[in-house]
Nanobody
Framework: QVQLVESGGGLVQAGGSLRLSCAAS????????MGWFRQAPGKEREFVGG????????GYVDSVKGRFTISRDNAENTVYLQMNSLNSEDTAVYYC????????????????????WGQGTQVTVSS
C-alpha cells in the first residue's frame, strides 16, 4: 500500500502562489498515475489535475489551465502542484491521489478512478 501525505497549503492573498507537495511512502510512485482534487465547503470534490506515471501526460480542469502545473519527481517519490495567480475560487481542501496502472500515459479525471488518497491540505485565498 502507498501512503500519501500532502503539505504546502496555507493562507495566501489573491494573485499569489503556493506549491503543494505530495510525498509517498510504502511503494514507489513510478507505478502510479497521480492526481490532485479539491473540495470547497458545500461542494463536490472536483478534479484539478492529473499526471501519468512517466510524467509525459498531464491534464487540468479548465478553471486552472494556465495557472496550475502538476509535476512529479519519481526519484523523490513526490508529486507537486504549483499554483499561480490564485483567486478566492481556489479556496478548498486539496487532496493528492494515486492509482497503480500499467499505462505510462494515462491518468484519471474521475474520483472513482483513484484508489489512494491523502488526508488533504487547506488552501485559503484571501481577496
Amino acid at each position: 500500500q502507498v501512503q500519501l501525505v500532502e503539505s504546502g497549503g496555507g493562507l495566501v492573498q489573491a494573485g499569489g502562489s503556493l506549491r503543494l507537495s505530495c510525498a509517498a511512502s510504502g511503494r514507489t510512485l513510478s507505478n502510479y498515475a497521480m492526481g490532485w482534487f479539491r473540495q470547497a465547503p458545500g461542494k463536490e470534490r472536483e478534479f484539478v489535475g492529473g499526471i501519468s506515471r512517466s510524467g509525459g501526460s498531464t491534464g487540468y480542469v479548465d478553471s486552472v489551465k494556465g495557472r496550475f502545473t502538476i509535476s512529479r519527481d519519481n526519484a523523490e517519490n513526490t508529486v507537486y502542484l504549483q499554483m499561480n495567480s490564485l483567486n478566492s475560487e481556489d479556496t478548498a481542501v486539496y487532496y493528492c491521489t494515486g492509482v497503480w496502472t500499467y499505462s505510462r500515459s494515462w491518468y484519471g479525471t474521475r474520483r472513482n478512478e483513484y484508489t489512494h488518497w491523502g488526508q488533504g491540505t487547506q488552501v485559503t485565498v484571501s481577496s
